[in-house]
């Protein structure tokens, strides 16, 4: 790691953890608009989503190793998806899952807050990629990044922003299809980080903020004190998104078609079931969380009043019914849960 995303990595460590114990102490709207009760009757708060997303842009911004295009784009990613994520997190209702649930509420003059986030995420993943204005010299990790309109042909700019625009809006998509158990979203945050820096280009070091910053609160998700939601979920894949645009052009379009084929078959297939049936996925999933408990029928979160609220991470999961922090949460799988609260 180079001493420009070292700097970076401290920085969204310490202000993610600062802001989280700010928002801790002040909570915006109040402590009840952001806590939860999980399957063990423990309170929960969604602070951490906030904090991890400002911990992650002040990385980038004040002392990544990127230009300054790159840093104004993770903002505008980070910034968009934590607005709308949030949103989503305090005002969803959960009474449509997933894209089919959210377009066919929309067939029927309905407007879902999980429809606002899906174009707002969009429209921002749009902005950040033409502020990012990949370049066909982004393989070379030692060249300037060129602006979009300098030495390519219009088609071929225009096919890059589409390519970016949909890898930021996919990976903010796509983490918080895994935010249902305990720092699993962290998890593969941390190894999409890691795959970045092993590509070709300079990736992995404009990944650098977003991860220190959900590593930062990583012992408190774990610890089923708190977790990322949507607006942090959402901002760490969204900031990693305009981290991948540095990359060649190959390398982008093939993660495109992984996230593209992760994001489809979570419609259909669980990713829980599928973790909790694979011996090392399941040993890397349970490293470091709390023991499960045997109550899968009571893995739901629900706020302080006791009603039911959707989980906005799980507003594109489609079939992947767990309850977020449930940890049994085979049987809320094949109930049918999908979308609820860890």
């Not at 209702?93 to 807050?113: C, I, Q, Y």
């Not at 066909?136 to 060249?143: I, K, P, S, V």
């Not at 969204?238 to 996230?259: D, K």
């Amino acid at each position: 790691m180079s001493r420009a995303a070292l700097r970076s990595a401290l920085t969204s460590a310490v202000v993610a953890r600062l802001t989280y114990a700010a928002l801790g102490r002040r909570p915006p709207a109040g402590k009840h608009a952001w806590t939860r009760t999980n399957h063990r009757g423990e309170p929960i708060t969604l602070l951490e989503g906030p904090a991890v997303a400002a911990g992650g842009i002040a990385g980038a911004v004040l002392a990544a190793g990127p230009g300054q295009r790159e840093r104004i784009a993770i903002a505008v990613a980070g910034a968009g998806a934590a607005a709308f994520g949030g949103y989503d997190d305090l005002a969803g209702d959960g009474s449509s899952k997933g894209f089919r649930g959210h377009l066919g509420a929309l067939r029927k003059g309905e407007l879902t807050t999980g429809a606002v986030k899906i174009v707002g995420i969009g429209a921002t993943g749009l902005a950040a990629a033409l502020i990012a204005g990949q370049s066909d010299g982004a393989a070379d990790a030692h060249a300037a990044r060129r602006p979009a309109t300098s030495g390519r042909r219009p088609g071929a700019a225009a096919a890059d922003a589409v390519i970016d625009a949909a890898l930021v809006a996919g990976l903010a998509n796509l983490l918080n299809l895994f935010d249902l158990r305990p720092g699993r979203a962290i998890k593969v945050a941390i190894g999409t980080g890691a795959m970045l820096s092993l590509l070709p280009g300079e990736a992995g070091e404009a990944s650098a903020a977003p991860v220190a910053a959900a590593i930062a609160l990583l012992p408190e998700d774990l610890g089923e004190r708190s977790m990322l939601g949507d607006a942090g979920a959402n901002a760490v894949g969204a900031m990693l998104g305009v981290a991948a645009t540095r990359l060649p052009r190959p390398a982008r379009l093939g993660l495109l078609v992984t996230v593209a084929g992760l994001t489809a078959a979570s419609e259909r297939v669980s990713f829980t079931k599928v973790i909790e049936r694979t011996a090392p996925l399941r040993w890397l999933d349970m490293l470091g969380r709390r023991p499960s408990v045997p109550s899968p029928a009571d893995a739901v979160l629900r706020p302080a009043s006791g009603s039911l609220v959707a989980d906005a991470a799980a507003d594109s999961a489609g079939t992947d019914a767990a309850a977020e922090h449930a940890g049994a949460g085979a049987a809320a799988d094949s109930a049918g849960a999908a979308g609820r609260l860890r």
